[in-house]
């Protein structure tokens, strides 16, 4: 299914799928596990020489995370819309959700933790299973060698793991 031209030219925020909160976690072969992290959930878009980053609810936080913008330029994509989480580390690369809001971060502990691919090259995923687009996306990340932006790894059951329908 191809993207409207607009849709990537012109940065349209795509509203997010939520995870779902569980007082028990579901098992079986039907649903992904991730780790929740401890930072902002973010939508990246990038669209030849410009990158946007937008909030979970759809505000423009490129000025906020501008780092994240800088790397997310050399991603080797002509058009992109990444689904994931920015994150700060402590001095341990322990998840610290206070040094988001430190003015002046140590370099190299913002990190982005991207867990889906909506749109790729014009053209829009959204109806592929999860799995597929997480294939697609893990393919391209591998391909960007970045170490601050990547894919995290499935994990089984902590209780504060998101589930979510593959």
């Known amino acids: 299914m ?13 509203r997010p799928c ?25 939508q990246a878009h990038k669209v030849g020489s410009n990158v946007r980053l937008y909030s979970r609810n759809g505000h423009d936080f490129t000025e906020r995370f501008p780092s994240v913008a800088q790397l997310l330029l050399e991603l080797p994509v002509k058009a992109a819309v990444l689904d994931g989480e920015v994150v700060a580390s402590d001095a341990d690369g322990r998840p610290n959700f206070a040094r988001l809001h430190v003015r002046w971060t140590r370099p190299n502990t913002i990190h ?16 592929q299973p999860l799995v597929k687009r997480q294939a697609c996306l893990h393919a391209l990340l591998e391909r960007f ?11 089984f059951a902590t209780a504060r793991s998101r589930a979510a329908r593959p």
Do not use: M
């Open 2 to 14: 191809q993207l409207h031209p607009e849709a990537v030219s012109e940065f349209r925020f795509i």
């Open 18 to 42: 939520s995870p779902i909160p569980a007082e028990a976690v579901p098992t079986g072969d039907g649903w992904v596990h991730e780790v929740k992290f401890d930072g902002y959930r973010v």
């Open 112 to 127: 982005l933790w991207a867990f889906d691919l909506l749109a790729f090259n014009g053209r829009d995923l959204r109806p």
């Open 145 to 155: 060698a970045c170490p601050a932006v990547s894919l995290p790894r499935r994990h």
